[in-house]
Antibody, heavy 117, light 107 residues
């Protein structure tokens, strides 16, 4: 059974940093692209970033480019999202997803990130 | 960016009724279209990928179709467990954009 378990969320002040983790199990992690998708409170879904199976290439939406870094450790079957210079508009539930040809076939339970002073 | 215009924004339907939700892409995305269901308080679940392919474990009453740049999700016989919000998503080019969602309720 595929499982994706996020951690690392919380309340953070604007301008500060936070790092999310996603522990994957139930599939061969190193064979799959992975992605982060977020959902602001009561809002729709927004793709944030994707990473290739090797970690050699990464892709970001413009609003997070230069502030967020997606990475992975295939030996640990873990996906990361380093979020720097956080803004209030980054407040959302962040989902770790398995990226299958740019659609998302498995989702974690989500982790809440609140950016507020 | 590719815009995905989803309609209707909300929909009220009866059990066993046929339900159709549509999504219009702002440019050609081929079959690079996915549909998701999000039940209240839960994570989204993939229903359809490649515009018409059913994801693993999804009931056969769900189906997807395409006509040019218009895509449709059809639920052939609405069940109680189908209540939630449905999103389309284009997988053609970054940023991978979602529709605004359709909230499906029971009449």
């Amino acid at each position: 059974e595929v499982q994706l378990v996020e951690s690392g969320g919380g309340l953070v002040q604007p301008g500060r940093s936070l790092k999310l983790s996603c522990a994957a199990s139930g599939f061969t992690f190193s064979n799959y692209y992975m992605a982060w998708v977020r959902q602001a409170p009561t809002k729709g879904l927004e793709w944030v970033a994707s990473i290739t199976n090797s970690g050699g290439s990464t892709y970001y939406r413009d609003s997070v480019k230069g502030r967020f870094t997606i990475s992975r450790d295939n030996a640990k079957s873990t996906l990361y999202l380093q979020m720097d210079s956080l803004r209030s508009e980054d407040t959302a539930t962040y989902y770790c997803t398995r990226d299958e040809e740019w659609s998302f076939d498995y989702w974690g339970q989500g982790v809440m990130v609140t950016v507020s002073s | 960016d590719i815009q995905m215009t989803q309609s209707p924004a909300s929909l009220s339907a009866s059990l066993e009724e046929i339900v159709t939700i549509t999504c219009q892409a702002s440019q050609d995305i081929g079959n690079w279209l996915a549909w998701y269901q999000q039940k209240p308080g839960k994570s989204p679940q993939l229903l359809i990928y490649g515009a018409t392919s059913l994801a693993d474990g999804v009931p056969s009453r769900f189906s997807g179709s395409r006509s040019g740049t218009q895509y449709s999700l059809k639920i052939s016989r609405l069940q109680v467990e189908d209540i939630g919000i449905y999103y389309c998503q284009q997988a053609s080019s970054a940023p991978y954009t979602f529709g605004a969602g359709t909230k499906l309720e029971l009449k």
